[in-house]
Each structure stands twice: as C-alpha cells, then as structure tokens.
C-alpha cells in the first residue's frame, strides 16, 4: 500500500514562513509527496526534497530554478494506478478543463493552480486539487491531499488545516 501526501500552491519564498508543521508531521506517515505547482521559491523544494521521495512539477509562479528543472506536466504509476500531474494556467475557472484535455488513458488527475480543493470523477477519471496548504481562494481554510493506493485501487481525500 503507498499513502501519498499531495500539494499544490504553497507559495514559499524567503519572504513567507516555511512549510506549515502539520504538512511537516503528515510527511512522516506518507511514503511519498507528489507536488501540483507555485512552491513559488525554491527553499521549499529542496525542504520536501530532503525529506522524502517528491514527484513534482512547476506551476506558473515558479522560480526560474524550479521552472527549468521541473515538467510542466507528467504521468507515473504507482501501483498499476496510471496518474497524471499538472498545474494548470490562465483564469482558475477553465483549470478543471485544461487539466482534463492535458491527459488520455489515465485513472486519476492532479492538478492545482485554482488554490481550492476539488475531487471529482468525470468519465472514469478522478480529478484531483488538494487546494493551497498557504493561500487557499474562496475557501476558508488551507488543505491537502492524501491519496491512498493497495492493489490498483486508490481513494483519495482533502484535509483541512486550520488557520
């Protein structure tokens, strides 16, 4: 079984306060983080880097470091789940879209970019925001995602965190 912990706009830099303590003790009850874009800078990337195996790629706030170094999408299997992972660009509104017509042929989509939690299944796919851990939008609180895999099968969920 892999339990994942899923990101997406964090916006950290070295003028905002470093990754939140409960993302810091959820890490250690995860096998993994898969990160949906905007660390923003790239202290947070090597922070969750140091800490455990992250799959990850660049948002539309990045820094140049993490924007040339990161994919703007990808798609991984773990468990026989086929995943893919994007952050999403222009109006929040059409991200749901873009995120949808940026794969084929796979069971589960992340995304982020919109900063509000989302889990919906459209045509036997998943779509997958587990919202901003820093800088949630029309939501009241911040959120993340744990995404859990046993034998092909996968759940997925948004935990809130408090202010």
Known sequence: MARILVMADTHLDQLTPGIPDTILHE?????????????????????LSSLTRLVAVHGNMDCMFLSSM????????????????????GSPRHTLHYARSSFQD???IIFGHSHQPFIER??????FNPGST?????????????LEIKDGEFQTRIVQMKR
């Open 122 to 127: 459209f045509n036997g796919v998943t779509m």
């Open 27 to 47: 890490i250690r009850n995860c096998d993994q983080v898969i990160h949906a874009g905007d660390f923003t800078g790239e202290d947070c990337y090597r922070q």
């Open 134 to 146: 820093t800088a949630p939008r029309s939501h009241p609180f911040p959120s993340y995602g744990i």
């Open 70 to 89: 990161l994919p703007a999408k990808l798609q991984t299997n773990i468990e026989n789940v086929r995943i893919g992972i994007i952050h999403g660009v």
């Open 106 to 108: 796979l069971d589960l």
